[in-house]
């Protein structure tokens, strides 16, 4: 199981910015597939961001262009930039990994499907005021 702690998460008014943060550790930590999550009160989990084993991102259509995924290798931590917030975005965020090692080497996996992953982080608050 990977361990999974975010951080960054915090109050910010419409228009502003946020830098998640999530660092991997334990057995089978990897920094190829990774992903961030949402969901907020009555809302079904949103996949927002994945990147895969060559750095290859996807974003839900809701935050193109206004979030950046990243991740160091290196560290193992993954990172959410996160600029021109909105009210909507207002949610808890998860970060997401342990994508089976077969299918993130590959590809062959959705990387905004929750259950595309094994191990979830305890998530970290965000919200956006008007």
């Known amino acids: 199981q990977v361990q999974l702690v975010e951080s960054g998460g915090g109050s910010v008014q419409a228009g502003g910015s946020l830098r998640l943060s999530c660092a991997a550790s334990g057995y089978g930590s990897s920094p190829y597939c990774m992903g961030w999550f949402r969901q907020a009160p009555g809302k079904e989990r949103e996949g927002v961001a994945a990147v895969g084993r060559d750095g290859n991102t996807r974003y839900a259509d809701s935050v193109k262009g206004r979030f950046t995924i990243s991740k160091d290798n290196a560290k193992n931590t993954l990172y959410l930039q996160m600029n021109s917030l909105k009210p909507e975005d207002t949610a808890m965020y998860y970060c997401?990994?342990?994508?089976?090692?077969?299918?993130?080497?590959?590809?062959?996996?959705?990387?905004?499907?929750?259950?595309?992953?094994?191990?979830w982080g305890q998530g970290t608050q965000v919200t956006v005021s008007s």
């Open positions: 997401a990994a342990d994508v089976p090692a077969l299918l993130c080497y590959s590809g062959s996996f959705d990387s905004l499907r929750g259950r595309s992953y094994r191990s």
